[in-house]
């Protein structure tokens, strides 16, 4: 009964939307959503994507490496009983492309370096809104695309600025456009990493349509002792999860009318979609044997959060977070990720009391004040467990890698952030900026390479938004309540100024208590609303602590936002530029 209700009314959205929509994307759509619950569950065997080995060797010697990975245009089936899908998918040939793309493979360094190549056609597969700052091609034909290496510490002119896109073939180029092969020195601690597009105004619907992908940095020398799995790709894998939802034709389904559609006709401040996708196949299902495995979780969706747990009960150690190894292992029975967060877990599937363990999801959406999942959105993937019981060579060392978290005093400067939204008379929102400014405001983030600096992130609107960082990598320090939040924000809203609002007197409420999994290095972490987010922000290496060793203050410099998407396109980014 419920079901045909749901449906119905899916039926009658639908055909209002054919009626809505005059544009080139759907005219040929049935505009009919399918129903999660039209797709049977667990059906699918979770892919392993294809590996790229990022370095050469010769003689037994690892050597730097130059490769090129393009994007294309292809359909990609999502789910048996879903037909296929036009995607864009990262690879080194049509053919070979994937969505999620290949999994990159660096070694500590040695250098990488990887000319990124479009090959998108001329016209998008999904809706885009021109009234927010995007990319717009003179000609209005062709797709900007710009990677982003998300972890990455390299220069910012391989940094995938979002001013630095191009089209296909490079036949245009944004304004801070430089070079078309990008250099990764790998000379960072080792982790996991991941690439996905960055350009103007088009992050939320480049990688909606498929454009991101895991990239590890492996180090040998410092891993190998520690007995983890690592490096057997049948024990050490990623899993890049995002949600989607699809109409009947298999296409992805993007809502191409806007919350205000007067101010802005396609823009959306948050997209959820209902099929949870893991490594390219909706809620599949793995074959695993009774021992421990590793996952190195991405969450590449656009906006949603999602709070891992095991149904039969099994735990999580975490052994790495963000970019950084942990200092010990931490155990947990559920793992709250945000966008873009990274866990990185072993599992012990010798512990499960039963022959299958269902990885489920029950983080409200938009986390944390949203709906509640329901049956499709909350549950994930089904792993099969083997009956029989084997020795397992890898184990969890009870010390992992520890990195040296610099002293607060130590802070070279101290910045305040806040995070604003923006409404319409509806209600409705209409644009979120940090710090009350658009982001071709003129640079107020100006660190220098090698200091530390502490940032006080003030989060005044409902949401819960992960601000990452390019190129620094941070220590969450405390999160504290704001008390009379209503006075504050007024203030905030006709000042900005954190100092002249006294912001002392108001971060005096309860303090928040930073999970121990959460206490590593991040470089995206949650701003609890509400709260002042305390964090220790690191321009330098931290395995060694050494200055990098390229010019951080070269042109077109690097940029910190927040990573739900949505957000981030409408522009909730902000300039970082370094200076000597
Ligand atoms: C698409 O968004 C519009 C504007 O927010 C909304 O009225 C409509 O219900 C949405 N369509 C669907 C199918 O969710
Ligand atoms: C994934 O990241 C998005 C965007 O940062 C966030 O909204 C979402 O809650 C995250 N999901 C999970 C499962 O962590
Ligand atoms: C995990 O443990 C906490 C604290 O014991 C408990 O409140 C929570 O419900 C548990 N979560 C799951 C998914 O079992
Ligand atoms: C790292 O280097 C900075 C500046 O060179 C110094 O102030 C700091 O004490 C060092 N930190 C560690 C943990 O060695
Ligand atoms: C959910 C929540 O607590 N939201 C708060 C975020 O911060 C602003 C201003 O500080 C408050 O108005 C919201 O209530
Ligand atoms: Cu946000």
Redesign the pocket.
Known sequence: MERIVVFYLVMILGSMLGVLSSSSWRDDQEGVIISPSQLKMFVDELPDMPRIQAFDVVNGVSKPKSLEIGMFKKYWKFHRDLPPTPVFAYGTSQHTATVPGPTIEALYGVDTYVTWQNHLPSEHILPWDPTIPTAIPSTKKGIPTVVHLHGGIHQSDSDGNSNSWFTAGFKERGPTWTKATYHYPNMQQPGNLWYHDHAMGLTRVNLLAGLSGAYIIRHHEVEAPLGLPNGDYEFDRPLVIFDRSFLKDGSIYMNSTGNNPNIHPQWQPEYFGDAIIVNGKAWPRMIVRRRRYRFRIINASNARFFRFFFTNGLDFIHVASDSAYLGRPVTTNETLLAPSEIADVVIDFSRSKSDFAILANNAPYPY??GDSVNKANGRVMKFIIRRKREVDTWRVPSNLIKYPSPALSSASSTRYIAMYEYTSATDEPTHLYINGKSYDEPVTETPKAGTSEVWNV?????DNHPLHIHLGLFVVMDQTA?VN??K??ACMTSFNDAIKCQIGRYARGKRLEVPAHEKGWKNVYKMT??YVTKILVRFSYIHSNASYGFDATAEPGYIYHCHILDHEDNVMMRPLKFVK
Do not use: Q, R
């Open positions: 944390p004040s003030i989060n005044l609107t409902e704001l939040v209503e504050f924000k609303p509400g």
